[in-house]
């Protein structure tokens, strides 16, 4: 092994061990609680035709969503409807095997009356 691969390696190394260290120790910086929600959702991107999703957690600037969708990445935008609603838009911030999380761009408004609902059963 070159010089050049040893380093790389070993920044490599360095780089997982400081992210995984800083995950650990980071403050949650969510803007808002988040709820346990199961609730099913259509999810699309400006390309495709929309996949069924679940909602598993949900606050008024984001949630997380479980399913398979081949597409999804990080910084993809996402429209995702549930239910009669108006569709929601946002941007994933994670993306984890069949989970990924998705932040709003905007607050969940008064108009997002479904949305609102599961917020409410889960006490909001």
């Known amino acids: 092994m070159e010089t050049g691969e040893r380093q790389m390696t070993t920044m490599s ?3 997982t061990i400081h992210e995984t260290e800083r995950s650990a120790s980071t403050p949650d910086r969510r803007k808002a609680i988040r709820h346990s929600v199961t609730a099913i959702v259509a999810v ?40 009669d609603d108006s569709p929601v838009q946002a941007i994933t911030r994670w993306v984890r095997g069949n989970a990924a999380g998705a932040e709003f761009f905007r607050p969940l408004a008064a108009e997002h009356s479904c949305w609102r609902q599961l917020l409410e059963a889960q006490g909001f």
Request: charged fraction near 25%.
């Open 13 to 15: 190394k360095l780089v």
């Open 44 to 83: 699309s991107d400006a390309f495709g035709d929309p996949v069924i999703m679940q909602v598993e957690d949900l606050s008024t600037h984001g949630c997380s969503l479980n399913g398979e969708a081949a597409w999804l990445r990080i910084g993809k935008i996402l429209t995702i409807k549930l239910e």
